[in-house]
């Protein structure tokens, strides 16, 4: 089932703070963020896999609710270098026979402007 | 430094004809993936192989796309006949999952444009 990610796109300019929303009427096993520069391949950002996980690296961090139905991606004090699409996946139950199989949500379209 | 390879990088064909896609997963790599990207449908995940035997490619239109794994070297997509719908950018990723773990990181190619005119 492919997550849906809002808003679909966003306007910031420097400095500025984001919030990207990754959802599904399903409970997920894991949610894992990509960005995606123009013209270039997605790039992995994390996994999260517990409810109520946190993580985060430099000023991106990411969240998974507590009932694991929507994870938020943070981007704080932003720069011309986030600009992007940012992509959400979710990930398959531990135990399945779908090992690795991952559905992207339709992505976020990030613009930082100076 | 390690990455997936894809080739050609951009492809433009007529309709009706062979389009063959090849990934070079990174070594040691044991799960390859290829999705298709396009504005309407996002990343669409047409089939994954793990230890080169494919694990789902109910993503994939049966008819006229195919895909293997002849080594675990190479991957190929095929489409055969090509189509204008199929004009996407086609990218493989392909990442190590050990034993038993199903969520791990990709590493995705630089993609394959392909125009079908």
């Known amino acids: 089932q492919q997550p849906v990610q809002s808003p679909q796109a966003v306007i910031l300019r420097e400095g500025e703070d984001a919030v990207i929303n990754c959802s599904s009427s399903?409970?997920?096993?894991?949610v894992h963020w990509y960005r995606q520069k123009h013209g270039e391949a997605p790039v992995f950002l994390m996994i999260?896999?517990?409810?109520?996980e946190q993580k985060g690296h430099d000023k991106i961090s990411a969240s998974f609710n507590e009932k694991k139905q929507q994870s938020s991606l943070y981007l704080t004090a932003s720069q011309l270098s986030y600009s992007g699409t940012y992509f959400c996946?979710?990930?398959?139950?531990?135990?399945?026979?779908?090992?690795?199989?991952?559905?992207f949500g339709q992505g976020t379209t990030l613009q930082v402007k100076p | 430094d390690a990455r997936v390879t894809q080739t050609p990088r951009h492809k433009v064909t007529e309709m009706g004809q062979e389009v063959t896609m090849r990934c070079q997963p990174i070594?040691?790599?044991?799960?390859v993936f290829w999705y298709r990207q396009t504005m309407m449908q996002g990343l669409e995940l047409l089939a994954y192989f793990r230890n080169r035997a494919p694990l789902d490619d109910s993503g994939m239109p049966k008819d006229r796309f195919s895909a293997e794994m002849p080594d675990a070297t190479l991957a190929t997509l095929k489409i055969q006949p090509s189509e204008p719908r199929d004009s996407a950018v086609y990218f493989c990723?392909?990442?190590?999952?050990?034993?038993?773990?199903?969520?791990?990181?990709?590493?995705f190619g630089s993609g394959t444009q392909l125009s079908v005119l």
């Open positions: 070594l040691g790599h044991n799960t």
């Open positions: 990723a392909s990442g190590f999952f050990p034993e038993g773990e199903t969520n791990e990181k990709l590493f």
């Open positions: 996946g979710t990930g398959p139950n531990a135990g399945s026979s779908n090992t690795g199989k991952l559905i």
């Open positions: 399903k409970a997920l096993y894991s």
């Open positions: 999260l896999l517990k409810g109520g």
